[in-house]
């Protein structure tokens, strides 16, 4: 009872807990003590295994402030190993509900009978402003002009399951995503808040990113923020249909075809298991 294991994806960590097995209400303040780093355990967020009827297993997916997110690219490889690991499925192949729609994961690679490299359907790339949401006239949401304190950004915005600002960038620094990723997020273009990615072109198959996360802040990597990356500089038509996303915290490769089906694969790796001490939940 109460048992937890965490693992990343290129540094992108989550706690995993099922909701069979937990004996308390996980709620907001449980969230960000669990995730906290020096009163919990330390995650990028929490994935909670839920019972669901429209697939072969439910997601719930929470960010660090308790918030909760419709999709995680990391969050569903690292969800699709502890499923495999754990013996919930010995298939190769299944598929999970999220809040953001039904994706199909792929046990791509395995290390000593443990799932190493997961492959995710992502679904598709949703580029229309009023589903992804944002404030913006027209059919798609390129190249607006989007003013935050003393910048001038030109941004790029599509869903793959949640929102996604692009911004397309000859030089990449840290600092600044830091500075003006939150200052973008919280524009009022934006009603439900956005992923923010400064990204650079290095070829036709190879993209360099920097992310600011909705709920998380600035993260070393993110599936659904490459896909998104690679969805946006694809309709730019700035790379081909395989790219390499490169992060910080490693590589992710995206596929995207011609009727914006969003591949993604990625390797993931368990860190710790055991269970959370009743003076941590209570």
Request: charged share 25%.
């Amino acid at each position: 009872m109460n048992s937890f294991v965490k693992t990343h994806g290129l540094g992108n960590e989550y706690i995993i807990l099922d909701s069979e097995d937990i004996n308390f209400e996980l709620t907001t303040e449980r969230i960000i003590r669990i995730c906290n780093v020096h009163f919990g355990i330390g995650s990028d967020g929490i994935l909670l295994k839920v019972k669901e009827k429209k697939a072969d297993f439910g997601l719930k997916i929470f960010n660090p402030d308790g918030s909760e997110a419709e999709k995680s690219g990391n969050g569903l490889r690292i969800f699709s190993k502890y499923l495999y690991d754990y013996g919930f499925t010995k298939d190769k192949n299944f598929s999970i509900q999220t809040l953001g729609g039904l994706v199909y994961a792929h046990v791509v690679e395995l290390s000593n009978n443990k799932a190493s490299k997961i492959k995710v359907d992502m679904g598709k790339a949703i580029f229309n402003p009023k589903d992804i949401p944002v404030k913006c006239e027209g059919d798609i949401c390129f190249d607006k002009s989007l003013h935050v304190q003393d910048k001038q950004y030109l941004i790029n915005c599509v869903s793959v399951g949640n929102p996604h600002c692009v911004v397309v960038k000859d030089d990449l620094n840290i600092d600044e995503i830091k500075e003006y990723g939150p200052l973008i997020q919280n524009s009022e273009m934006f009603p439900n808040g956005i992923n923010v990615q400064f990204a650079k072109p290095i070829s036709r198959k190879e993209v360099e990113i920097l992310i600011f996360e909705r709920g998380a802040g600035f993260t070393l990597a993110s599936g659904s923020s490459s896909c998104a990356v690679a969805s946006v500089m694809k309709k730019k038509g700035l790379i081909d249909n395989e790219v390499s996303i490169n992060m910080i915290g490693g590589k992710l490769q995206i596929e995207i075809d011609n009727d914006w089906n969003i591949r993604m694969t990625g390797e993931v790796k368990e860190i710790a298991s055991g269970k959370l001490s009743d003076e941590l939940i209570y």
